[in-house]
Structure formats: C-alpha cells, structure tokens
C-alpha cells in the first residue's frame, strides 16, 4: 500500500511540475533604414524591404518616407534584402541591396543600415 502511495505522489508531483510552461515568446523592434544614392531625389516610401531568419521565415514591411522600414521579431540572425523600382517622367530607377549576418538581440541597437545600389534608365516620350 505504502508503494503505491508513494507512485500517486510521484505521479502527482511530475504533473504539477510539467504545468509551469510559459508561451510567451519575446520580440525586438528593428528598424532598417535605406541607404539611397545621393544622386536619387525621389520618394523614399513604399519600397518593400524583407527580413529573413536562419529558419527561412521572411518578415515583410514598406519604408515610411524618410526610408525605413519598421520591423517587431524575434532575436536571431537575419538577412536584410530590398528590390524596387521608382519611376518618374523622366527615368526609371531599380533600386538593389541585401545585407546578411545581422544580429538582432535585446543588448543590441537593432538599426540597420541597408545600403541601395541604383541603376537608371531613361525614358524616351
């Protein structure tokens, strides 16, 4: 009888300890900020700019119009890609730039700078 006492609280025990389990997951604010030529004049909003971690999940945002994208993840590495193009009357711009190994954690700034190569083609009316 003491035996199977003593495997009820055991049994009990294990139960109690195995339900302290917390979901939270923790996330950081990133922000990566586009580094456009200095001869583009044009708007800075609006161009997609992708996120991507070692699991290959890809976190998506838009630039405000100062050029920055604003991202909430969690911490891990990622790769920073952008790819547009703007047009105006007068030229079509393609705008290109990936940064990779970037470390997002809570003891970090977690700003990125994410310089933009630009090719320029004019248009003829």
Known sequence: MT??????????GTLLCACGYDE???VLQVQVHL????VYDGSRDGIRVELTDATASTFVDSTDAQGTAH???P??????SSSSQKLTTDYRYLFNGTKSRIVVASDSANR?????TMS??????
């Open 71 to 73: 991202f909430v993840v």
């Open 120 to 125: 320029r083609k004019r248009i003829v009316h």
């Open 3 to 12: 035996h199977r006492l003593l495997y009820i609280i055991i049994g009990v």
């Open 35 to 38: 580094g456009f030529p200095s």
């Open 75 to 80: 911490p891990g590495i990622y790769a920073a």
């Open 24 to 26: 939270t997951l923790d």
């Open 112 to 116: 990125i700078h994410l310089p933009l």
